[in-house]
């Protein structure tokens, strides 16, 4: 839940905090005002941040009492509990936070400073020259992050869609393997999805290496964080006991990776080994607490990477109007943002529709279906080729529509800020399959896209897979995608009834889009705008969560994008 409805939703909870603070550690002064600072805090972890700032004009919550930040930070020093090492929050650089996330975070950055101040332990092997053909391709900034590999242990590379980054990560792995070829690598993202997009973008852009390198390349493993953690039930299985036995692990979409999974990480990876981590901080926060990804690129932390971070600003990929309205909400703020996109010429790449709250807009409801209709039509030419035995799989010859059909499900992606309330996912869903939603996936038809809620290693599930309902009555099965470090096309077929957690995909938040693209994108925007006030902040209330939020929703569309905004006043 996010923003007041987190808030209404948990005030019994955040009042059971606030007495057993009160109980625990005695409060100087008690008033209403700590009980503010408290609510605030925990409106920031329940959209995975641990830091609130007090340069905001107003929180983003309504408060019990006035003079915010002044009136509750004195408030707060008189208290108490600011005071010694057991104190429960923190306030430091104008940021409050609960001490424990506080320290955990800082542990986590000691922790990379640490590995940033070793050397790789090939850099004796290492040869500084470096093919001028792959140069030619790359820019200044990322000539410097390929050559930063024999000479740093951790590397941050940074940048937006289209700069380049898998281009940098391609030329960064020829650099290990020009330095011993016999290094062992491996590729990690904190999703399925986003290991799987990882995979085909480097798969893409090793096509005209020569076979010597292509072969290496191809053979990477490349899967989930959690896999090469070997998670299960919460619990990493490698640590420092049991490493992971690589020379050199890449990280893709790090503004998704929480401070828990960082930390495992950090565990499980020896020493020695090289980390690059690599990801765009002006998206959303992960789900978890502990925006690290973020917390590196703070101008006072960045500081002290600054010989290893690598911050990619060339657009190289071009996608027109979606790239300008991109970078403007990146640089310009929510207001500037609104105002381009009402200017928009009607024959842009993205369509502005204008509607009532009160009810989906006709025009989606209609895209949805005829993507609906067209997916039915091809599960119904990928059933004939399930086959039954021990398992059931797909016979050989139904593997090309089968890729088919999981290729277009993901054609189009429709995207809400939230899960419940008008034009949330749980909106959508009640528009498209009515009264079926609540009856489950049996009851569901063939073709409704679905999406796991959680890790399921036992059946190669991961959080946030997309599949597709396949097959009828007794016979219906759920396929999905199956990512292995196998390079070959693969898929799983399981019965709804194993998967634990599972809900329609017709619509996904934001956050569970993240690490993925579409040719198409339906966002849909529920607070009302206009010329004069281009943006209301009722829907959040915190205007540097909606910039990432938009930011992050449209830069999930690789050609198309249709913003539906509220013409609610």
């Known amino acids: 839940m996010i923003g007041n409805v987190h808030t209404k939703l948990n005030s019994d909870f955040i009042n059971l905090i606030t007495e057993t603070l009160k109980k625990r550690i005695p409060p100087n002064t008690s008033s209403e005002h700590l009980e503010d600072i408290i609510n605030v805090l925990m409106d920031s972890l329940s959209r995975g941040e641990i830091y609130t700032s007090l340069n905001n004009k107003k929180p983003y919550i309504d408060l019990k009492r006035k003079g915010w930040p002044i009136d509750h930070i004195k408030a707060l020093k008189a208290s108490g509990w600011l005071k010694g090492d057991n104190s429960p929050i923190v306030l430091e650089d104008n940021l409050l936070s609960w001490r424990r996330w506080h320290e955990e975070m800082q542990g986590t950055i000691m922790d990379l400073k640490g590995k940033a101040s070793l050397r790789p332990h090939q850099q004796h092997k290492a040869n500084n020259a470096m093919n001028s053909r792959a140069y030619s391709t790359l820019d200044e900034t990322q000539i410097l992050a390929v050559e930063a590999i024999p000479n740093h242990n951790l590397i941050l590379l940074s940048g937006g869609p289209g700069t380049g980054k898998t281009s940098t990560i391609v030329q960064m792995l020829l650099k290990v393997l020009s330095i011993d070829h016999d290094l062992k690598i491996g590729l990690g993202a904190p999703t399925g999805k986003a290991a799987r997009r990882l995979e085909e973008t480097i798969q893409k852009s090793i096509i005209h290496l020569d076979d010597h390198y292509k072969d290496r390349l191809s053979s990477v493993p490349c899967t989930t964080l959690h896999r090469w953690l070997q998670a299960n039930e ?49 998206q959303l926060p992960p ?98 080729f399930l086959t039954s035995g021990e398992e059931v799989s797909i016979n050989p010859k139904g593997l090309e529509t089968a890729s088919h059909l999981m290729n277009y499900l993901e054609e189009l992606m429709v995207l809400c800020p939230r899960r419940y309330g008008p034009w949330s996912v749980d909106h959508i869903h009640k528009s498209i399959l009515g009264a079926t939603l609540n009856k489950g996936v049996m009851n569901w038809p063939a073709g409704t896209p679905v999406i796991c809620g959680e890790n399921q290693p036992e059946i190669k599930l991961a959080n946030g897979d997309i599949g597709i309902v396949i097959g009828e009555k007794e016979n219906k099965y759920l396929l999905f995608r199956l990512h292995s470090t196998k390079k070959q096309q693969d898929f799983n077929l399981i019965h709804p009834i194993r998967v634990k957690n599972l809900s329609p995909a017709f619509a996904t938040t ?4 993240q690490g993925s693209e579409a040719g198409h994108v339906v966002f849909l925007w529920p607070d009302p705008i206009n010329e004069k006030h281009p943006i209301s902040t009722n829907l959040l209330q915190n205007s540097d969560y909606e910039r990432k939020l938009i930011y992050t929703a449209i830069t999930r569309a690789k050609s198309n994008l249709d913003l539906v905004i509220c013409s609610d006043k």
Request: overall charge positive.
């Open 287 to 384: 789900v978890g607490n502990g925006a690290v990804w973020h917390k590196l690129h703070e101008d006072i932390t960045l500081r002290e990477f600054k010989n290893c971070s690598f911050q990619l600003n060339k657009v190289y990929r071009n996608r027109g109007d979606l790239a300008k309205l991109a970078t403007s909400i990146k640089c310009n703020g929510i207001d500037l943002f609104f105002k381009e996109l009402l200017s928009l010429e009607k024959s842009s790449s993205i369509q502005v529709i204008v509607s009532s709250k009160t009810k989906v807009p006709f025009e989606i409801i209609e895209k949805v279906t005829l993507h609906h209709m067209k997916l039915i039509e091809l599960t119904n030419k990928t059933t004939p």
């Open 234 to 282: 919460g619990v990493f299985r490698k640590n420092e006991t049991t490493p992971i036995q690589l020379d050199v692990l890449v990280v893709d979409e790090m503004s998704m990776v929480d401070l828990s999974l960082m930390q495992g990480l950090l565990r499980a990876l020896p020493k020695e080994s090289q980390l690059i981590l690599v990801g765009d901080p002006n």
């Open 510 to 513: 934001v956050h569970k889009a």
